[in-house]
Nanobody, 121 residues
Framework: VQLQASGGGLVQAGGSLRLSCVAS????????AGWFRQAPGKEREFVAA????????YYADSMKGRFTISRDNAKNTVYLQMNSLKPEDTAVYYC???????????????WGQGTQVTVSS
């Protein structure tokens, strides 16, 4: 599976962004998809995951209520809607995919390149 993330940018605190990750190469609906982020000087952090069908989702506690993960398997795309953004959300955001139901760890087999999200105060 090849993954291509996009949608990052510069936004003011309180604003919103929607990240997209387009997959190619396999039947995407068979794969769990996840979003991670890494801020400068910090370890990579789990953000959210969604099952292949989209029926199940899982969020890091700090993202609940502000971030929403979704997918459109007809478009081979997974999304991360981010609302009420804070300066501490500034990071490079990565999408990932795996055949297993993987949450809260970075043990995904496939990774996309990151997209930068910068939130100004």
């Amino acid at each position: 599976v090849q993954l291509q993330a996009s949608g990052g940018g510069l936004v003011q605190a309180g604003g919103s962004l929607r990240l997209s990750c387009v997959a190619s190469g396999r039947t995407f609906s068979l794969y769990t998809a996840g979003w991670f982020r890494q801020a400068p000087g910090k370890e990579r952090e789990f953000v959210a995951a969604i099952s292949g069908s989209g029926a199940s989702t899982y969020y890091a506690d700090s993202m609940k209520g502000r971030f929403t993960i979704s997918r459109d398997n007809a478009k081979n795309t997974v999304y991360l809607q981010m609302n009420s953004l804070k300066p501490e959300d500034t990071a490079v955001y990565y999408c990932a995919a795996d055949r297993r139901w993987v949450v809260a760890t970075d043990e995904y087999d496939y990774w996309g390149q990151g997209t930068q999200v910068t939130v100004s105060s």
